[in-house]
């Protein structure tokens, strides 16, 4: 919105159209266009979720979802990258990676093992060996 603002002012200060009136009703009319789509999106999720498009799971339960990769264009490299600017060294440590309309990813991490479940694992472990 803005880079389009600044072109439409840009263009009355010194292209064919030097007045300041056109350049304030180009400005002006921008504003207004940027203003109803955003009211009309609000009050209407369905046309927003449409415009602006859902957000798509690409880790689940520690699982990479190739396909979804493959559908926002993301490779495996890339989220590995988005990961570690978040503070996961490893896609062991995710539970789930949601990428967001605007193109922000959202990691949940693991929960931490408790004391009592490694003493369960423990247990198991035991009992297998004997």
């Known amino acids: 919105m ?3 603002l600044a072109n439409v ?3 009355a200060v010194i292209g064919n159209d030097n007045s300041l009136l056109g350049g304030l009703f180009g400005a002006a009319l921008l504003v207004l266009g940027n203003y ?3 009211r009309y999106t609000f009050f209407h999720p369905r046309f927003g979720r449409t415009l602006q498009g859902r957000s ?33 060294d490893d896609l062991e ?4 990676v949601v990428l967001d309309p605007e ?3 959202t990691p949940t991490k693991k929960p931490a093992p408790t004391l009592e479940d ?7 472990i035991e009992r297998k060996l004997s």
């Open 9 to 11: 002012v840009q263009n």
């Open 103 to 105: 193109g922000t990813l």
């Open 118 to 124: 490694v003493l369960e694992r423990l247990d198991r």
């Open 36 to 38: 109803l789509l955003v």
């Open 93 to 96: 440590e995710v539970d789930r």
């Open 56 to 88: 798509t799971t690409l880790v689940e339960d520690g699982r990479v979802d190739h396909r979804a990769l493959r559908r926002e264009l993301v490779s495996r490299a890339e989220l590995a990258a988005a990961l570690r600017r978040e503070g996961i």
């Open 2 to 4: 803005l880079l389009l």
